[in-house]
Structure formats: structure tokens, C-alpha cells
């Protein structure tokens, strides 16, 4: 029924962007905050970014602050991460996440719902 589904992923050279969409059905989305998590090879798996579902703040982890943007379309049941001046350490697997609460989306040790990811590759 819950689906999430990531799109917008690719290869990229350093310096280039991407806009990432996740397609959200299934569930009343004007009440889940939506995050985006990556998971680089090696790595553990991080959240980057949330909007919440009560006022539309956003949140971002340090690393892509200034480069990446997160937005929400409550009409179209959309989310999006706009991802510029994208480096070498940026690729991963980024996936979108849902989970039913109107504040603190910045918690990002319990998701519920979350997408197939879609694959991040920069190039140096």
C-alpha cells in the first residue's frame, strides 16, 4: 500500500548536480516528515536532509549544507533533493524515507517507510 519510489539518480562529474525525486503514495502525506538518507560503499548509512510535515522546515547534515536543497509538493505528493557542486564523497545510495510525525523529521534514528534508494555516482 506505502510507496515510495526514487528517481533522478545518475553519474555525474565533480562539480555537476542532480535532482532527486521521490514519488510518495499510499499514505496521508501531509502528516509524515520526509528525509533523504544516503549510504555510501563503506559507510553508514547517514540522513541528509528532512522536511517536516507541520511548517515545512528543513533540516540538513552538515557536509551538503549551502549545496543541497530539500523541498516538498504536498499536491503532488512529491519530494525533492536538489543536489549542486556535487563531489567525489557525495556518491551513494540515496533514499527517501517517511515517517508519521509534524516536528523533529532531524530524528533520523527511526524512519518507518522508505524507498528502493536510487544510485548517486560523481566522478572526479
Known amino acids: 500500500e506505502v510507496s515510495l519510489v526514487e528517481s533522478g539518480g545518475g553519474l555525474v562529474q565533480a562539480g555537476g548536480s542532480l535532482r532527486l525525486s521521490c514519488a510518495v503514495s499510499?499514505?496521508?502525506?501531509?502528516?509524515?516528515?520526509i528525509a533523504w538518507f544516503r549510504q555510501a560503499p563503506g559507510k553508514e548509512r547517514e540522513g541528509v536532509s528532512c522536511?517536516?510535515?507541520?511548517?515545512?522546515?528543513?533540516y540538513y547534515t552538515d557536509s551538503v549544507k549551502g549545496r543541497f536543497t530539500i523541498s516538498r509538493d504536498n499536491a503532488k505528493n512529491m519530494v525533492y533533493l536538489q543536489m549542486n557542486s556535487l563531489k567525489p564523497d557525495d556518491t551513494a545510495v540515496y533514499y527517501c524515507?517517511?515517517?508519521?510525525?509534524?516536528?523533529?523529521?532531524?530524528?533520523?534514528?527511526?524512519?518507518?517507510?522508505w524507498g528502493q534508494g536510487t544510485r548517486v555516482t560523481v566522478s572526479s
Open positions: 499510499g499514505l496521508s502525506f501531509d502528516d509524515y516528515a
Open positions: 522536511v517536516s510535515s507541520a511548517d515545512g522546515s528543513t
Open positions: 524515507a517517511a515517517d508519521r510525525r509534524r516536528f523533529y523529521c532531524s530524528n533520523y534514528d527511526w524512519y518507518e517507510y
